[in-house]
């Protein structure tokens, strides 16, 4: 089993920025991707970027160019630096994990932007 523990979630003024770290523990074996998601409430679940282990990195359209995701593959841990944060990326946000035959979610971390 694996275990995803987020930190950095809170509170921040739109304009802000905020930093969200997940590190991941336990039989990490076959996970060759980890990033975030996030949902708002009455919203679907949407991608917010993700990195895969050869550094391929894919980013939803609303965050391009005001999030970086990064990993640090020797600490299993995965982080997400967001600028310009808008009232609407206001969410909860999900660490992710998997691999061809897994799939790991953490408990996720609230991101309130105030206007």
């Known amino acids: 089993q694996v275990q995803l523990v987020e930190s950095g979630g809170g509170l921040v003024q739109a304009g802000g920025s905020l930093r969200l770290s997940c590190a991941a523990s336990?039989?990490?074996?076959?996970?060759?991707?980890m990033g975030w998601y996030r949902q708002a409430p009455g919203q679907q679940r949407e991608l917010v970027a993700d990195?895969?282990?050869?550094?391929?990195?894919n980013y939803g359209d609303s965050v391009k160019g005001r999030f970086t995701i990064s990993r640090d593959k020797a600490k299993n841990t995965v982080y997400l630096q967001m600028h310009s944060l808008k009232p609407e990326d206001t969410a909860v946000y999900y660490c992710?994990?998997?691999?061809?035959?897994?799939?790991?979610w953490g408990q996720g971390t609230q991101v309130t932007v105030s206007s």
């Open positions: 992710n994990a998997h691999g061809p035959l897994v799939l790991y």
């Open positions: 336990g039989s990490i074996f076959g996970i060759n991707t």
């Open positions: 990195i895969a282990d050869g550094g391929y990195i």
